[in-house]
């Protein structure tokens, strides 16, 4: 069995790793620990003992969620593009007619503020 690649790198690299695979995986601690080869155990670990790290991981948190948020309105105006009834009815009932129709029109993009 070959050792794992993040006992192979500094602790703060695997850190900085995992921070950012948790984010780009919108927030998934299993899919961060897959992407890093960090355990979960190693994860929570550092959160109690590494007082930078939680301060780190708290504001990667808040990115997770807005790169998640973002991804989702994004593919619900792709949806609503693509004539989706149920979609353009959610859409227009969660952020009006005038909204769903910019979108139809392509002067939308994203369900985001400023989304153009």
């Known amino acids: 069995m070959k050792p794992s690649l993040s006992r192979q790198r500094p602790k703060q690299q695997n850190q900085k790793l995992f921070i950012q695979a948790y984010i780009a995986s919108f927030g998934i601690i299993s899919k961060a620990c897959f992407l890093t080869d960090v355990s979960r155990q190693t994860h929570y670990k550092w959160l109690k003992t590494d007082s930078s790290y939680k ?20 593919e619900a105006v792709k949806i609503a593009k693509r004539r989706n009834k149920r ?4 859409i227009k ?3 009006g007619e005038d909204i769903l129709e910019q979108i139809l029109s392509g ?5 985001t503020k400023g989304g153009v």
């Open 55 to 74: 301060r780190a991981f708290e504001l990667a948190k808040g990115e997770a969620g807005a790169s998640a948020n973002l991804f989702v309105e994004k």
């Open 87 to 90: 979609m353009q009815g959610f």
């Open 93 to 95: 009932s969660e952020y």
């Open 107 to 111: 002067k939308v993009k994203s369900l």
